[in-house]
T-cell receptor, first 115, second 109 residues
Framework: DAGVIQSPRHEVTEMGQEVTLRCKPISGHNSLFWYRQTMMRGLELLIY????????DSGMPEDRFSAKMPNASFSTLKIQPSEPRDSAVYFC?????????????FGQGTRLTVV | RKEVEQDPGPFNVPEGATVAFNCTYSNSASQSFFWYRQDCRKEPKLLMSVYSSGNEDGRFTAQLNRASQYISLLIRDSKLSDSATYLCVVNQAGTALIFGKGTTLSVSS
């Protein structure tokens, strides 16, 4: 089992540039989550999908952030334009059907630095 | 008020000590409860689920008090390898997992 796969692992970009983070959930999992982690705010839910449909995007900071899930095996989180305050670790997680009691499996995260 | 609150610590304890972490949650509709563990610069991983009757897994015991909206984690006979951040997690039906900011534990020899 390959687990949740995120890419890239590290990204350094200049302010104003577009950033795209990628996630491949575990096969058979139908819920996918994007979280952001900083020292100040901890782990914050940005958006989650159920069966490829966005269910709750209230955590997306602003219009500069967008997320898509075109199929069950792939999701992207895009930031355009990026700003220094977006610097954080972005985690993708997935869980199986009946996820309310199920374990959420996390990818290794993408460490984003915007300079 | 934050949905899930934890004492950030750090808790510094010697090997063999017993340590307890507490967590409170604000939404009485929360239905599922968990403790996750996160090692430095790693992803969070499930440590254990928390059931109303309380549950134990080796040296770890989790308790839930729905009336007080309070969750606890007890670690007995602490090991060096227990050093990590422990995240309290809740969810309600139809929502995603909501994480506390975590409690840092450092176990020393």
């Amino acid at each position: 089992d390959a687990g949740v796969i995120q890419s890239p692992r590290h990204e350094v970009t200049e302010m104003g540039q577009e950033v795209t983070l990628r996630c491949k959930p575990i096969s058979g999992h139908n819920s996918l989550f994007w979280y952001r982690q900083t020292m100040m705010r901890g782990l914050e839910l940005l958006i989650y999908f159920n069966n490829n449909v966005p269910i709750d995007d209230s955590g997306m900071p602003e219009d500069r952030f967008s997320a898509k899930m075109p199929n069950a095996s792939f999701s992207t989180l895009k930031i355009q334009p990026s700003e220094p305050r977006d610097s954080a670790v972005y985690f993708c997680a997935s869980s199986r059907p009946g996820w309310e009691d199920a374990e959420a499996f996390f990818g290794q995260g993408t460490r984003l630095t915007v300079v | 008020r934050k949905e899930v609150e934890q004492d950030p610590g750090p808790f510094n304890v010697p090997e063999g000590a017993t340590v307890a972490f507490n967590c409170t949650y604000s939404n009485s509709a929360s239905q599922s409860f968990f403790w996750y563990r996160q090692d430095c610069r790693k992803e969070p991983k499930l440590l254990m689920s928390v059931y109303s009757s309380g549950n134990e897994d080796g040296r770890f015991t989790a308790q839930l008090n729905r009336a007080s909206q309070y969750i606890s984690l007890l670690i007995r006979d602490s090991k060096l390898s227990d050093s990590a951040t422990y995240l309290c997690v809740v969810n309600q039906a139809g929502t995603a997992l909501i994480f506390g900011k975590g409690t840092t534990l450092s176990v020393s020899s």
